[in-house]
């Protein structure tokens, strides 16, 4: 088997990165005049503060405090992690990374992180866009050990009969549809990050999948969760439903790492679709499609996507040429035909003013559909080769209930467009659709003064982040809420919810040492 390395500094793996010619292709395509390609610092030439915590002599088989482990366990990656990882600028890696291989390593490197009065970072494929894994911890801390679950990557068992798979927490999306592809089944959950992010960290994160209704979340898919946390075992019954109070699981979804260490989990699975059928849509405008897209899903259709771009999105990502708003429309199923459920939703898109090419069949393979897939799963690749050249991309993501949807996108994208001048862009998409809402996800490229990106960054973050507040949003629809988002979640979430969540820590972790600063102080 051919072991891939994983980027240093940014997205993905070695052998996947933008090459130099392609980098400078893609600025001219995008319209951008960036001053030359930054390359990125060398390994060897990083400078890191040395560790404070020496290897725990119990722990030595799973420890590493080589450069190469703490740098690649520094950030997440988001615009400004990938900045500063370039630039081999580390300034909080965590002194240690541990591998456990099992459940009893990870107890006994909570046991020894308590003794030793080490902040502990669970880490699962280190995609986290909002500082979710990044060691900035209080100065209380001792120092810091990264928690990575990469060795916990199993299919552990299959129960056809439920239709329900006992994985590793530490399996990436490549990884776990593997395994269960060898039985023909497929977990069916594909966020843009599927290449590196795992089930523990979609757990942690409540992740949202790339289908657009049904069952989407990471919520949805989970049966039942196994954690261990500093104080004991928090495991929960295996049940297709229960109104047995509060669910455990619930708990630790979205828990961020700061409640417990996810080790596996029991998830729902099913056969692989072999039915499919889409067309893109051409609206003239967004809020057309936008009124076609809530008509659909308030029908009761569950359309596995329903992506509704608008012009300048639809142009990024090669489904459309940016005269109009694209909705990349389809329906897939394990046998029964999806043609009839199509045409029902095309029917109301033409209501709204929808228009299509007739042809999407198997022939015509380079359909804005499968153009838009394509540019969706690279698109994280091409974002680094953009930022190396200088150019600002972030994303930003909510959700709004249809009523307030018109004057709330009106509301965020003047926000955006003040924050980053006339110089930048800024495109929408709905990631995700529910009948009493949208989930719209904005992208924004703007090019920025070399040494600047920090300080350009966070004014940006602030004015679009108070806008989604403001205007009702919610500060994270699938994101997450990390370091990065803590200030207007913390104004987002009920006073008592707070101190019931901070209760609950306590509980489970009376000195703190899970992930501090993460949702709970
Ligand atoms: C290019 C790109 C595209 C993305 N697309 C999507 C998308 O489509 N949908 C989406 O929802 N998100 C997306 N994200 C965000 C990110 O991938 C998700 O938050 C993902 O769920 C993180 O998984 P991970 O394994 O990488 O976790 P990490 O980044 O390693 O960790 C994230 C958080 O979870 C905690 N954690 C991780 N593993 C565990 C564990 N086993 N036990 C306890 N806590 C744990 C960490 O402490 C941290 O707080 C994207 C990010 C990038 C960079």
């Known amino acids: 088997m051919t072991v891939r390395s994983r980027n240093r500094w940014g997205w993905g793996y070695e052998d996947a990165v933008v090459s130099d010619e392609d980098a400078e292709r893609i600025a001219s395509m995008w319209g951008f005049r960036p001053d030359g390609l930054e390359q990125p610092v060398a390994l060897e030439a990083v400078r890191l503060p040395a560790s404070r915590v020496a290897v725990p002599p119990a722990l030595v088989d799973i420890a590493d405090a080589s450069p190469a482990a703490r740098t690649t366990h520094a950030y997440g990656k988001s615009y400004l992690d990938v900045v500063r990882g370039l630039r081999g600028r580390y300034d909080d890696p965590p002194d240690l990374v541990l591998r456990p291989r099992n459940e009893d390593e990870v107890e006994r490197s909570l046991e020894w992180a308590s003794g030793a009065n080490v902040a502990v970072i669970p880490y699962g494929g280190g995609t986290s866009v909002v500082g979710g894994v990044e060691p900035r911890v209080p100065e209380r801390f001792d120092g810091v050990a990264t928690l990575s679950l990469a060795a916990l990557d199993q299919v552990l068992e299959v129960d056809p009969v439920s239709r329900a798979a006992r994985i590793g927490a530490g399996a990436n999306g490549p990884r776990l549809e593997a395994q269960l592809a060898e039985r023909g089944l497929t977990m069916r959950f594909y966020p843009q990050s599927f290449e590196l992010s795992t089930l523990g960290g979609w757990i942690a994160t409540r992740a949202a999948g790339h289908f657009a209704t049904g069952p989407t979340r990471i919520d949805d898919l989970v049966e039942s969760v196994h954690a261990i946390t500093p104080s004991g075992e928090w495991r929960s019954r295996r049940l297709p439903g229960s109104g047995a109070g509060p669910s455990p699981d619930r708990l630790l979804l979205g828990s961020e790492g700061t409640l417990g260490v996810i080790t596996q989990a029991w998830v729902r699975v099913q056969p692989r679709p072999e039915r499919r059928a889409g067309r893109s849509v051409r609206f003239p405008d967004f809020m057309s499609g936008a009124d076609a897209v809530r008509t659909i899903v308030q029908s009761g259709s569950r359309p596995a996507n329903l992506r509704l771009l608008d012009p300048g999105e639809a142009v990024g990502s090669g489904a459309g040429d940016g005269s109009d708003a694209v909705l990349v429309l389809g329906f897939e199923s394990t046998g029964a035909p999806v043609e009839q459920e199509l045409e029902q939703a095309l029917a109301l898109c033409r209501e709204h003013g929808g228009a299509w090419a007739d042809a999407d069949t198997s022939a015509d393979r380079r359909s804005a559909t499968s153009a838009w897939r394509d540019a969706f799963l690279r698109m994280p690749y091409v974002r680094d080769a953009l930022i190396r050249l200088g150019v600002m991309v972030d994303t930003f993501e909510t959700a709004i209930t249809w009523e307030r949807f018109a004057p709330f996108h009106e509301h965020v994208l003047a926000a955006a467009r003040e924050a980053i001048g006339p110089s930048g862009r800024v495109t ?53 809420v990390g370091r990065d988002h803590r200030p207007w979640y913390d104004d987002q979430r009920p006073a008592v919810f707070a101190a019931a969540l901070k209760g609950a820590k306590t509980a489970v972790d009376p000195h703190g040492l899970l992930n501090p600063g993460v949702l709970i102080d």
């Open 428 to 480: 929408c998409r709905f990631t995700h659709v529910y009948a009493d809402g949208p989930a719209p996800y904005y992208t924004v490229v703007t090019p920025v003064q070399r040494g600047e990106e920090a300080a350009a960054w966070l004014s940006f973050k602030r004015a679009v982040s108070d806008a989604l507040i403001a205007a009702g949003g919610t500060i994270t629809h699938h994101h997450a």
